[in-house]
């Protein structure tokens, strides 16, 4: 199993907040007028009034140039135009004096405030005719001067290379002139540059140049900016320590000259280090002691940015509520002193926990708060980490081509501003969307883009990373050698940057590469290195993919007992970090996928080791591990689907739950980061495993408590499936076999199943049995009596006819696995005249063994509900029924942002489906109300009124009979998609959210006594999932319905009126047990030629309790 790396796009804004001081430096221009001084010469008397009126004129340029320098001073936007207007009035008497150091001098005060106002072309137009003044008279401390301005302005237009074009003329005239500090400032200034376009070694060279010209001339706060600016780089290049050491140098100075606003400051990029460091508590001191300065000062700027950065510590801490606290603090005061870029920065933060935690609605909303106000500053970067966590949403939700629509519109921004970190990174994104997609070549060009950006910015461990991706292409388009070099070249960069956990997967990806090649020893050996690191840093994520690599590796040796321990193990981790901890994003394919291969793998063993040793009682271990994988599989399930089941539960329960899985997840991502830093302590290892174990027991306590009072919901969220002895007590009955079916890659496998024995046979490959099950399902709605008489023994002879000795109770319970879900085992048969299997068998079939239990224990003392049916029928799909008011079919419909839209978009895409209307419901739903009793009250919802609102009005409880006659989605290809569809617009032609989604499903309260599913559509994909179907019975399970009759495909409307209206019939006027009612309604049919085609009674199927 490949192990890829995903590039986290979920980085925060504003996590340090740290400002470049000295971004913009004071010039040190002195605005006050030059002493010229005057030699005695004879004077001409008829000169005299032309002296008076020039003394005059001076005087008057002098008095305009002192009023414009008070106004200056008073600092405000008004008093800064009305000085420009001063200096505009003295430019002329400057000029008529043929003064030109004071007419470029005024020019050059003019260019500073329209510089300081944002108005930095019109500042140019003033600076340059000041600096072609200063070279026509060769004032090179002016020119020098100037010259850094103009810099300036480039610099903050964006345009770099100009703004060090200036500045690097500037330099050689500030070190002819002897101006050390103007030397020093221009020097800073190129060291800004250098420092945002990512060049960091060169903005370092720089300020280290800068830093002792401050101290020779003994400015103290210009010396304490450039100690900051040097350990902010230090900072960017992970070089913490050194960092550290620059902000500590940094600290005193700013006592010293009385700047508490960047002493602030300074203890909160110190506080940022000790964060990065995971020295989680000092960082909390420092941002304390910080904060208090803010707040003593009134720096409610700095005071937001603080209390961002005390919840980003807490949220890495896992104590998100306390981090949604310091967030909700910080919030109100950037709002208040008007810092858009700061609420972004906190909006984005917030919807980054709330993706954390699965609540993905909620992070769009703050996403989606934050991104426009980063677009009113202008701040591209921030934009595309935004643009990169929406996108990242989506991504996890497996919406892949709105995920690439974000990604793709984070790209330019990144871009733009000379961000190749960004960049490399959103390209690695987009890589491994396309990956996922299987559009293999797209990936790579992607990959292929990014990695001489990180080579730019020299970032070894992201080219790592994204040489490992190019690896993992390779491999999987079947290039193992092009695979090897990729890897090959991963692997010193990991260890050159100490990335233990990166070098751990990439000696796994060789292994893996190596055992495709056949070369079995070498593979072994890769990962046996693989194995070693991933134990020793406690990556138990890739610990788990490895063993599962060793035990495939050695089976294929035929090394059975050798492939017996570590697929054990392997599973034991992968339960294990289901259970306390939630998986990464980035591996949440990869160990979904690992889950099921891992599960199959350990039954093929087992039932190999079996056929050696019949006696050991290894295919009840067998049978066994597949009752695990279903529950596992089921948990997956509602993992993808970002369920956040809350019925079932107690509240607070359920809150320490999520507080403690949180607390669980950062707490093992810290240990990971100590365990793979070679530079970490003994002490530090000692004090996080302790943390940890604490936490553990903590979890380990209030799981136990969850059992005791809430043993559904434990049930679901940390199953213990039954033992074979278990189902044939507690489950079965003497009246009843049941079938189990596990389907592999390689071999399939049945168990039957009575009360007494069980016996277990071996089946075709998955792949077999699918190609003869798409068979028989086309040939059921194709409706062709002759290619039905084939497909039926087809698939009939190679999963029931190894059996069929041992089916000799009335009734048979169907555990079906993948493709074999959609099939109605009511159509198969056994017999040589074809007779259908419900000729002799009532069929029943169940998601697993062990959920009957649990329905069993759940509804045995339950009460029956008091009223009696309640239907919902006939939606309105479209705006172009005849319904909607005025017949409105040119309403535009919006594109949905709620995230139960997306999911049915996206379902129906799979599908390749619509929603046709359904007006043969409607009479179908009448029919049926018709064999309630007059004194058994019944509801029922039409048209409009077949909503959400209704499907999940809580009255719903109060009915033992809940009929659904709409359409019902079972996606085979992404299970999670699975659902209700409801109306999807209101009477007047508006769209609303109509699809009941798996998830909602499990929080109804729902304890009736059947839940009837009568229009369900399957698209068959290519890969199929059972998962769909399982869900949606065990949503409805789960809400309290112990049995659930559903179609496995849409029946016309007609035919669907007349087996419902025979089976209410058999059950409510006959009293036949529902099992029975179908199998009664089911023969009927087929006996009558008009119904004798299996595609009108096949479709139905009883989930669930048969009594």
């Not at 003064?99 to 020019?107: G, M, R």
């Not at 990335?499 to 072994?524: C, H, M, P, S, V």
């Not at 690191?533 to 050695?554: K, P, T, W």
């Not at 809940?962 to 617009?985: C, D, K, M, R, Y």
């Amino acid at each position: 199993m490949d192990k890829r790396f995903a590039v986290k796009p979920g980085q925060r804004l504003g996590r340090s907040h740290r400002y470049h001081l000295g971004l913009i430096l004071l010039l040190c221009l002195s605005f006050c007028s030059e002493t010229l001084k005057a030699h005695p010469q004879p004077t001409d008397l008829n000169s005299f009034p032309q002296l008076i009126a020039q003394t005059d004129t001076r005087t008057q340029a002098q008095e305009l140039s002192d009023q414009g320098m008070e106004l200056f001073q008073q600092g405000t936007a008004e008093s800064l135009q009305q000085a420009i207007t001063k200096w505009e009035a003295a430019l002329p008497l400057w000029r008529e004096l043929e003064d030109k150091s004071q007419e470029a001098f005024t020019l050059l005060r003019i260019g500073f405030v329209y510089s300081n106002l944002g108005f930095k072309q019109k500042a140019l137009e003033y600076y340059n005719p000041a600096l072609s003044i200063y070279r026509a008279i060769g004032d090179r401390s002016q020119q020098a001067v100037t010259l850094n301005n103009i810099g300036l302005v480039y610099d903050d237009l964006g345009e770099k290379p100009q703004a060090l074009d200036y500045y690097h003329q500037a330099l050689p005239l500030r070190r002819a002139v002897g101006d050390h500090a103007g030397e020093a400032r221009t020097l800073t200034n190129i060291g800004l540059v250098y420092d945002d376009l990512g060049k960091k070694q060169q903005a370092l060279e720089y300020y280290q140049q800068a830093l002792p010209l401050w101290r020779a001339v003994g400015d103290h706060k210009q010396e304490a900016v450039t100690l900051t600016n040097i350990g902010l780089v230090y900072d960017d290049l992970g070089k913490k320590q050194q960092a550290l050491e620059y902000y500590q140098q940094a600290l005193p100075l700013w006592r010293a000259v009385g700047d508490h606003k960047q002493e602030a400051v300074t203890l909160n990029n110190i506080g940022k280090v000790y964060s990065d460091l995971r020295e989680k508590q000092q960082a909390l001191e420092y941002y304390q002691r910080a904060l208090s300065l803010s707040r003593a000062v009134g720096d409610h700027k700095q005071e937001a940015v603080t209390l961002n950065n005390i919840g980003k510590v807490y949220s890495d801490l896992g104590e998100t509520q306390q981090a949604l606290e310091y967030y909700h603090q910080a919030l109100p005061l950037s709002r208040a002193v008007d810092d858009p870029k700061g609420q972004a920065a906190t909006l984005n933060n917030i919807g980054k926990v709330y993706s954390d935690l699965g609540e993905k609605q909620q992070a769009l909303e703050y996403y989606h708060q934050a991104l426009p106000l980063s677009q009113t500053v202008a701040n591209p970067k921030g934009q595309a980490v935004i643009l990169n966590n929406i996108g990242r949403v989506y991504d996890d939700l497996g919406e892949k081509q709105q995920a690439l629509d974000y990604y793709q519109q984070a790209l330019p921004l990144s871009k733009v501003v000379d961000d190749h970190a960004g960049e490399a990174r959103t390209l690695n994104n987009i890589g491994l969307v396309y990956d996922a997609l299987g559009e293999k070549q797209q990936a790579l060009d992607y990959y292929l883009q990014a990695l001489p950006l990180w080579q730019t910015v020299g970032d070894r461990a992201g080219k790592a990373r994204t040489l490992t991706n190019i690896g993992a292409v390779y491999n999987d388009l079947g290039e193992k050698r092009q695979a090897l070099d990729n890897y090959h070249q991963a692997l010193p960069l990991s260890r050159v940057v100490s990335d233990r956990a990166g070098e751990a997967r990439t000696l796994n990806n060789i292994g893996f590469a190596y055992d495709a090649l056949g070369k079995k020893q070498q593979a072994l050996d890769y990962y046996r290195q693989a194995l070693s690191l991933s134990q020793a840093i406690r990556d138990r994520a890739g610990e788990a993919l490895i063993l599962y690599n060793i035990a495939f590796l050695q089976r294929s040796q035929g090394n059975l007992q050798a492939a017996l321990t570590p697929i054990q193990d392997s599973i034991r981790i992968i339960e294990d970090l289901r259970t306390k901890a939630s998986v990464s994003p980035e591996l949440r394919q990869t160990y979904f996928s690992t889950l099921q291969v891992a599960y199959q793998l350990y039954i093929s063993l087992l039932m190999e080791l079996h056929q050696q040793n019949p006696s050991q009682g290894y295919d009840k271990k067998a049978f066994h591990i597949s009752e695990r994988s279903r529950a596992r599989t089921l948990l997956e399930l509602l993992t993808e689907a970002n369920a956040n089941i809350k019925e079932g539960v107690d509240p607070q329960l359920l809150a320490d739950e999520k507080r403690l899985q949180g607390k669980l997840d950062a707490t093992e991502t810290q240990r990971l980061e100590i365990y793979n830093n070679p530079n970490s302590t003994d002490e530090q290892k000692t004090a996080i495993d302790k943390q940890h174990k604490t936490i553990l027991k903590e979890y380990e306590d209030l799981k136990n408590d969850i059992r005791a009072k809430s043993p559904k919901y434990a049930d679901l969220k940390d199953p213990e499936p039954l033992t074979l002895e278990q189902v044939q007590q507690q489950v079965l009955d003497p009246d009843t076999v049941l079938l189990q079916y596990s389907l592999g890659r390689e071999k399939s496998y049945l168990w039957v199943v009575t009360k007494e024995e069980m016996s277990s046979y071996e089946l075709p490959s998955q792949k077999d049995i699918e190609k003869r099950a798409k068979n028989l399902l086309r040939a059921i709605k194709q409706g062709n009596p002759k290619i039905l008489a084939k497909a039926v023994p087809l698939l009939s002879q190679v999963i029931l006819d190894p059996a069929k000795d041992k089916l000799t109770k009335k009734r048979i319970v169907v555990v079906a696995d993948g493709v074999l879900q959609y099939i109605p085992f009511a159509s198969l048969s056994v017999s040589e005249n074809q007779q259908p299997l419900i000729t002799n068998y009532d069929i029943i079939n169940l998601p697993s063994s062990s959920s009957l239990g649990t329905i069993r224990h759940e509804t045995q003392a339950r009460k029956s509900a008091p009223k009696g049916l309640a239907v919902l029928a006939d939606p309105v799909f479209s705006i172009d029924d005849e319904r909607v008011k005025n017949g409105k079919t040119n309403v535009s419909q919006p594109e949905p942002s709620d995230l139960g839209s997306l999911a049915l978009q996206r379902s129906v895409r799979n599908l390749e489906e619509g929603f046709d209307s359904l007006p043969g419901t409607r009479q179908e739903a009448e029919a049926i109300l018709n064999f309630i009793p007059e004194d058994n009250e019944k509801t029922s919802a039409f048209d409009f009124d077949a909503n959400l609102t209704a499907a999940t009005n809580p009255e719903l409880s109060q009915y033992r009979i809940v009929h659904l006659a709409t359409h019902g989605i079972l996606n085979t290809e992404s299970p999670e998609l699975s659902g209700i569809v409801l109306s999807l617009v209101d009477e007047t032609g508006n769209s609303i959210n109509g699809f009941l989604r798996l998830h909602e499903i499990f929080n109804l309260k729902l304890p009736a006594e059947i839940v009837v599913l009568s229009a369900c559509q399957t698209g068959v994909a290519k890969d199929i999932k059972g998962e769909g179907l399982v869900g949606l019975t065990r949503g409805f399970m789960y809400a309290g319905s112990p049995r659930v009759l559903v179609s496995l495909w849409k029946v016309d409307d007609e035919a669907t009126a007349e087996i419902m209206t025979r089976f209410y019939r058999l059950m409510l006027k006959k009293k036949l047990s529902p099992a029975e009612a179908l199998r009664k309604a089911q023969l009927e049919m087929q006996q009558e030629t008009e119904w004798k085609s299996p595609y009108y009674w096949a479709a139905f199927v009883l989930q669930g309790e048969w009594n």
